[in-house]
């Protein structure tokens, strides 16, 4: 996964809340056995269903920041609800409260889930609804949301082992690769009885 740092960009206002991952990518959706593509299933119920939902409109297209209502990303435990985010191009998610699982998916996979209080993500919402071109930031470092031309700023909670994750960039893989030399070296004097996968040639 690649480091994130700063976002910055146009934010999409998707005002429901209780957005459950079977809505964010439909059940039928997860037949895929690949981890791309799922950006074409985001919130495809909806979007099939009404020509003016946020997502088919044009002014929020590009759009790197998706703003929610309360209780985004609840329900079963899929991966594929992040991938289909990320691969929609959204960095982050702003919203008061998020599913548990979700929110670690996300932090796992480099999509950011920015928890603020809910007058802050209610202001939010409707200033990007009132203007498709604000400018949104969500920073990392600082852990930070603002959107300046509204004068709105607010601190997000990041702990700071997942706040390392993201700036470095490391996923599950990335970590246990930053510890090669040691699982290299623990096993050279691994006994020969004990189990071992044979390395590739």
Request: cysteine-free; glycine content about 8%; overall charge negative.
């Given at each position: 996964?690649?480091?994130?740092r700063?976002?910055?960009?146009t934010?999409?206002?998707?005002?429901?809340?209780?957005?459950?991952?079977?809505?964010?990518?439909?059940?039928h959706?997860?037949?895929?056995?690949?981890?791309?593509?799922?950006?074409?299933?985001?919130f495809?119920?909806?979007?099939d269903?009404?020509?003016?939902?946020?997502?088919?409109?044009?002014e929020?297209?590009?759009?790197?920041?998706?703003?929610?209502?309360?209780?985004?990303?609840?329900?079963?435990?899929?991966?594929?609800?992040?991938?289909?985010?990320?691969?929609?191009?959204?960095?982050?998610?702003?919203?008061?409260?998020?599913?548990?699982?979700?929110?670690n998916?996300?932090?796992?996979?480099?999509?950011?889930?920015?928890?603020?209080?809910?007058?802050?993500?209610e202001?939010?919402?409707?200033?990007?609804?009132?203007?498709?071109?604000?400018?949104?930031?969500?920073?990392?470092?600082?852990?930070?949301?603002?959107?300046?031309?509204?004068?709105?700023?607010a601190?997000?909670?990041?702990?700071?082992f997942?706040?390392?994750?993201?700036?470095?960039?490391?996923d599950?893989?990335?970590?246990?690769?930053?510890?090669?030399?040691?699982?290299?070296?623990?096993?050279?004097?691994?006994?020969?009885?004990?189990?071992?996968?044979?390395?590739?040639?």
């Amino acid at each position: 996964m690649q480091p994130v740092r700063i976002i910055t960009g146009t934010a999409v206002p998707l005002d429901r809340s209780d957005v459950d991952t079977d809505q964010i990518i439909p059940a039928h959706w997860l037949k895929r056995v690949e981890r791309t593509g799922f950006g074409a299933g985001l919130f495809s119920t909806w979007r099939d269903a009404d020509p003016d939902f946020v997502l088919n409109r044009p002014e929020y297209a590009g759009a790197s920041i998706l703003v929610a209502g309360p209780n985004f990303g609840v329900g079963s435990s899929r991966e594929h609800a992040v991938w289909a985010l990320l691969d929609r191009g959204f960095q982050a998610v702003i919203s008061p409260r998020f599913g548990d699982i979700f929110r670690n998916n996300a932090t796992k996979t480099g999509l950011v889930p920015a928890v603020v209080e809910p007058g802050v993500g209610e202001a939010l919402l409707r200033a990007v609804e009132a203007d498709p071109r604000l400018e949104v930031t969500v920073d990392v470092e600082r852990r930070m949301v603002s959107a300046p031309a509204v004068g709105i700023e607010a601190s997000f909670p990041l702990d700071d082992f997942t706040r390392y994750r993201l700036l470095e960039g490391l996923d599950d893989i990335g970590l246990t690769l930053r510890h090669v030399e040691a699982l290299a070296a623990y096993e050279s004097r691994r006994q020969d009885w004990m189990p071992s996968i044979p390395t590739p040639r």
